[in-house]
């Protein structure tokens, strides 16, 4: 069982790998004549004038959140989806009422502009 | 050739590892082939799409332009931006690029042909191809840019937004197999009808769905805002350059090759005849491997991000988030339950 999972943890490595090979190829094979101006960070032509690590909108935050929320939906569905043929109306029926719940605060944070972006 | 069976035979039994990254090598080498000429297809397309020839200086009409391409970003200096965290701006690249490769590791490319064979084989996917979005915000982070900054926030929020209703689609998919091995995905797809067996017609509105969630993952256009070019210049990746810009590069275009053989695996029958089972056709294409039929399905899909790309103008940002939030997850809540009668009813031509 567990063998089938060895040929995905070296893809995993040879996927890191290839990156970590090319970056360091480009390393290698560059040139490297670097100074001030063009070490500083790009903004049009100007000096940067501030942190640019700067404070964002609140909203991005909340995208997050919700994200959360509704990836968790999505990994509670997974099994229940494997196995609905065989569960059948009375699992149905019992995932219908979860979703529905979703659905309900799915409206609430929609109707309290949790979605508007202006 | 018996040689090479019995020595094929005793790498099995003594170095696994070594005989594994043969397997590896044949997969990955064919696809940095398929995503260098990839990047070829497209500007070749949206320059016949824009009346003009596109690359074709270059070796017979333009076809070592890829190849011209990647010797000049390996000769360029790598500059790192004196504010930048300089590991992490590094290390993101290489989050963007592993994940799109190591999740061709449970991809079958025909009947039992596939590396892995588990039954997780789905969720494997979701889990690596959501890795994705972490090469982008800790490239925007550090970067130490403003432009860089406010492309990874933008474009962080657009990928999980439409990761959930990505997420959902697939929930709809496994409804409809009732399996988590896309093998098996493939498999329930097979039927007297050919192309009408696949799922893409009871899932219509999640292969819609899929598709274009697909394309706002992989921030292409039209919903590259991350990198509008007109107001952040190039967003997350701005101030990368040399190898580390082209490992960026990469692994966009492997996503984009991703997202289209998922489409085409789940959707479209994977390494199945369209024509299985019809009366005339059916045992004409007999012969053809699966292998070809995916292929085939494949660089269909992958024509329409280009198509995409060459036809539609930039979506404002606020659209785009509407779009997915309120437009696709609701189609999928409800289609989710529609299917889920019809396999519970056992509707039918795909579900009995």
């Known amino acids: 069982m567990l063998e089938n999972y060895l040929p995905i943890l070296v893809f995993v490595a040879v996927g890191i790998a290839v990156g970590v090979v090319m970056i360091t190829l480009g390393f290698v094979l560059g040139t490297r004549r670097p100074n001030s101006e063009k070490l500083s960070p790009y903004e049009c032509g100007f000096e940067a004038f501030e942190d640019s690590r700067m404070k964002f909108d609140v909203r991005f935050y909340l995208v997050a959140i919700l994200f959360i929320i509704f990836d968790l939906e999505i990994a509670f569905l997974f099994p ?39 | ?126 889990a690596l191809t959501s890795v994705g979005v972490y090469g982008v915000i800790i490239s925007g982070w550090a970067s130490n840019s403003k432009y860089a900054f406010l492309g990874a926030m933008r474009s962080a929020a657009q990928i999980v937004s439409y990761e959930i209703a990505m997420g959902f689609a697939l929930v709809g998919v496994l409804v409809a197999a009732g399996s988590l091995n896309l093998g098996e995905i493939v498999r329930a797809q097979e039927g007297e009808g050919g192309l009408f067996n696949w799922f893409w017609l009871p899932l219509f509105p999640l292969f819609l769905i899929y598709f274009v969630s697909g394309v706002a993952e992989t921030n292409r256009a039209p919903f590259d805002v991350a990198e509008g070019e007109s107001e952040i210049v190039a967003g997350f990746h701005v101030e990368y350059s040399g190898m580390p810009f082209a490992v960026f590069f990469l692994g966009e275009y492997a996503n984009m090759i991703l997202i289209s053989a998922l489409t085409s695996l789940l959707f479209l029958g994977g390494w199945l005849s369209p024509f299985n089972g019809w009366p005339l056709l059916g045992p004409m294409f007999d012969w053809v491997p699966g292998i070809v039929w995916l292929f085939i399905k494949t660089a269909f899909v992958g024509f329409f991000f280009l198509w995409l790309r060459a ?31 019809a396999v519970v009813f056992e509707m039918p031509w795909w579900f009995d």
């Open chain 2, 1 to 126: 050739m018996d040689l090479l069976m019995s020595l094929w035979e005793w790498l099995g039994e003594n170095l696994v590892v070594v005989q594994i990254l043969i397997k590896i090598v044949i997969i990955v080498a064919p696809l940095m082939l398929c995503v260098a000429y990839f990047t070829y297809a497209e500007r070749k397309i949206i320059g016949y799409m824009q009346v003009r020839i596109g690359p074709n200086r270059v070796g017979p009409k333009g076809w070592l332009q890829p190849i011209a391409d990647a010797v000049k970003l390996m000769f360029k200096e790598i500059i790192i931006p004196s504010g930048a965290n300089k590991t992490l701006f590094l290390i993101a690249p290489v989050l963007t690029l592993g994940p799109a490769l190591a999740a061709w590791a449970v991809f079958p490319f025909g009947d039992g042909l596939v590396l892995s064979n588990i039954n997780a084989g789905l969720l494997y996917l979701i």
């Open chain 2, 311 to 341: 036809t539609f103008p930039r979506y404002r940002y606020d659209q785009i988030m509407r779009l997915g939030w309120k437009v696709f997850i609701p189609i999928t809540i409800v289609w989710i339950m529609v299917v889920g009668l």
């Open chain 1, 80 to 118: 229940w989806a494997v196995v609905l043929d065989k569960i059948g109306m009375v699992g149905y029926l019992s995932m219908a009422l979860f979703l529905g719940i979703l659905v309900i605060g799915f409206i609430y944070e929609w109707k309290k502009g949790a979605l508007e972006w202006e």
